[in-house]
């Protein structure tokens, strides 16, 4: 959520961030202006006549002391008490509106950002070289199944479309990419959290994913309203609502936080005839790394958390850039996102397989977590940042069609080595 005190100042900066996020927000801004406007004056007439409700009220002891009528005071009291209740409906139905359209509005983009979509994005950096095979290379289907690695046909006799099943080699090698993966983020100091796989409305909210994107999840329907759960779309959303509602002191910071979960996605719209296999599905693994900082630290924060993806990319000797996102490729609730991207030799291009945002204040005012300094009383808002370390739907595919060999058989990694029984080769 938005600082309402910056939309006061200067709702022209954000209207321009908006726009850069190709989000057409001003008459949203308009309005959220007229109604802030509107509930404080609500607010201050109520207020004054509950001042007012009072004084009357204390007449009434002496007025019955001296023996005067107090049925003209009980009158006007009536009288005040039924104004107040209509500026108290008047409150409530301008916060209605207010907080709706509030929470409609996303992040606003570090101002660094390029406005605009996807076409804006700008690679920062590469890492190594694009592979070159001296044979006919096999794209990444044909190579899990020829090995037994992946069953695709049993996945979709058992869920349909976009579900598939790691088999013998294939579950071992998953398995070891999250074991290399969670080693090195405990490593690095990060706590191992395994969180629900169910989640309420509350936590998709904080997350800023709600209440716009609450059609994009999985929702179980065996209960009604408060008790609805939905299936988690990515562990950043648990994570990022541990401290909901929680003041934390500026000792406690940073939190550094990491979580392994199947991740459930609808993956609206039509797969492209290069998106076959795991490259989108509706479950697939991935490690989450989330950070609760001090606003002064997010940015070293954010820095920290791309090295990391970066470094476990690079421990798996695969090529890959990083991208910077223009402002409307950035999520709803994000300032800032950097992409880590893996080359797939039979995809002819770049595929994310982490995405590292700061979101700044912006999931902590929605779910009203705060930091109080040290020795002082007021509190504020802390940041939060997440990105994946890593998913593991993309970085499969690349991984057997990098390491393949002329005969089929695929190298595996030297940093998965231990988790494979010091297995060298899927052949």
């Avoid at 939309?7 to 900066?13: A, G, H, L, N, Y």
């Avoid at 690695?149 to 080699?169: Q, T």
């Avoid at 910071?253 to 609206?268: G, N, Q």
């Avoid at 779910?367 to 300094?373: A, I, L, P, T, Y």
Wanted: glycine fraction near 8%; hydrophobic fraction near 35%.
């Amino acid at each position: 959520m938005l600082d309402i005190k910056i939309i006061r100042e200067d709702p022209e900066r954000v209207k321009a961030g908006l726009a850069a996020k190709e989000y057409d927000g001003a008459e949203t801004v308009d309005r959220i202006l007229e109604l802030d406007a509107a509930r404080r004056d609500a607010i201050r007439t109520a207020e004054q006549l509950k001042a007012e409700q009072n004084r009357v009220s204390r007449q009434i002891p002496a007025m019955k002391k001296a023996g005067q009528d107090t049925a003209p005071v009980f009158a006007e009291m009536k009288k005040l008490s039924e104004e107040i209740k209509g500026c108290d409906a008047k409150v409530k139905e301008i916060e209605t509106e207010y907080t709706g359209l509030m929470l409609s509005l996303p992040n606003l983009p570090d101002p660094d950002l390029k406005p605009g979509g996807k076409e804006n994005n700008e690679p920062l950096r590469y890492y190594g070289e694009p592979h070159r095979f001296d044979f006919e290379p096999k794209n990444h289907v044909d190579l899990c199944t020829s090995l037994g690695l992946v069953d695709y046909e049993r996945g979709v006799k058992l869920s349909g479309n976009g579900f598939w099943v790691y088999r013998g080699l294939g579950a071992r090698l998953e398995w070891a990419l999250l074991n290399y993966f969670i080693d090195t983020h405990l490593a690095d100091g990060y706590e191992l959290v395994l969180v629900p796989h169910m989640l309420g409305y509350e936590c998709g909210l904080t997350a800023g994913q709600f209440p716009k994107f609450k059609d994009d999840v999985y929702w179980l329907d065996t209960a009604e309203d408060a008790q609805r759960r939905f299936m988690l779309p990515t562990a950043e959303t648990a994570l990022v609502s541990l401290h909901r509602g929680e003041i934390l002191s500026e000792a406690e910071l940073p939190k550094k936080y990491i979580s392994y979960t199947p991740c459930f996605r609808r993956e609206a719209g039509s797969y492209r005839a290069d998106e076959r296999g795991m490259v989108r599905g509706h479950q697939f693994n991935k490690v989450e790394m989330v950070q609760y900082t001090l606003p002064e630290k997010s940015d070293e924060a954010f820095e920290e958390l791309v090295g990391k993806a970066e470094a476990l990319v690079k421990g798996l000797g695969f090529h890959f850039r990083t991208v910077k996102l223009a402002a409307a490729d950035c999520s709803a609730s994000m300032a800032r996102t950097y992409d880590i991207e893996i080359h797939i030799p039979s995809m002819n291009g770049y595929k994310e397989v982490s995405s590292v945002s700061n979101a700044r204040d912006y999931q902590a005012r929605r779910g009203n977590m705060r930091v109080r300094r040290e020795g002082e009383g007021k509190t504020e808002f802390l940041h939060t940042l997440n990105g994946s370390g890593l998913a593991t739907s993309r970085i499969f595919p690349a991984l057997v069609e990098q390491n393949q060999l002329r005969d089929g058989s695929v190298v595996v990694p030297e940093v998965l080595r231990k988790y494979m029984g010091g297995l060298e080769v899927i052949r």
